[in-house]
């Protein structure tokens, strides 16, 4: 919850000392939901390497002329890329699951063996084959996650659901967001107040048994005051005039320079989807 929180932290942090002078920081919030909306779908259909790499470079070029802190962006998109990207996918590299051409033999035996339905080979290595699909997998997260961080770097968290509205997303959905986001931060200091209070009452370490026992009831805790901060917000809704629905103001008519934005993003699409 404290890695949640900071990462929505930094999110909303960087949108306020970000230079609002940025291509991404002047487009309008409409204009960047389909963006994004429309290259994830790309990213997911492109079944070969070259693309992909292409729809990389296109999107750092656009984290520069945003005027971001492109260290610190892609440290956060290359670590999460490698942990749920890479490893994720590194084991279909071997020939044990994706057959094919061998290119780095790591064991040898001293001849191949049948389980049941398996087949362990007697040379075990990386295929091409299996390495090509973990670089697409990679390519895939790294994309996504770059994608979506431009957006949420550049845009107000406000506009982003704004824009989502106009895209007829259920009320219910963008409700569910927006009270997570409002709300995770309390939870996670709730967590920490947690573990500070008890570091600073606990002298001795706690065995496995009693710090299990303690996770659980702190576990239990959290989620009893989470029912109670939900019924105490309906209430406070129900007692403002809510409705089940959600209205959104304030978007005026888009200007040329979002216009020329959305073509040119709409050509980079097709461009992309066609490669």
Not at 65 to 76: D, I, M
Not at 79 to 108: D, Y
Not at 223 to 242: P, Q, Y
Request: glycine share 6%; proline share 3%; charged share 20%.
């Amino acid at each position: 919850m404290d890695h949640l929180a900071g990462v929505i932290k930094d999110g909303y942090a960087q949108w306020n000392v970000s230079s609002q002078h940025g291509f991404s920081q002047k487009i309008d919030a409409r204009v960047k939901v389909l963006f994004l909306l429309g290259f994830i779908v790309i990213v997911s259909l492109k079944k070969e390497v070259l693309p992909e790499m292409g729809i990389s470079i296109f999107v750092f070029v656009l984290a520069l002329f945003s005027r971001l802190s492109v260290l610190k962006f892609y440290r956060r998109v290359l670590l999460l890329g490698f942990v749920f990207g890479f490893l994720v996918a590194l084991p279909s590299a071997f020939n044990v699951i994706t057959p094919g051409e061998i290119i780095v033999p790591i064991v040898r035996l001293e001849k191949s063996y049948t389980f049941w339905i398996y087949h362990l080979p007697a040379v075990i290595g990386l295929t091409r084959e299996g390495m090509n699909g973990v670089a697409m997998l990679t390519l895939r997260v790294v994309n996504s996650l770059s994608l979506s961080f431009l957006v949420l770097y550049t845009t107000p968290f406000h506009d982003v659901i704004r824009g989502l509205k106009l895209l007829k997303v259920p009320d219910s959905f963008l409700m569910i967001i927006t009270l997570c986001y409002k709300y995770i931060f309390l939870f996670s200091e709730t967590v920490e107040d947690m573990h500070l209070a008890k570091k600073s009452r606990v002298v001795r370490e706690l065995n496995h048994a009693e710090a299990r026992e303690w996770i659980a009831g702190r576990m239990a805790l959290v989620f009893r005051k989470s029912r109670v901060k939900c019924e105490d917000v309906f209430k406070a809704m129900i007692g403002r005039g809510f409705s089940d629905s959600i209205h959104f103001y304030g978007f005026g008519k888009m200007r040329m320079a979002d216009w020329c934005a959305a073509v040119l993003l709409s050509f980079a699409a097709i461009l992309f989807l066609l490669m």
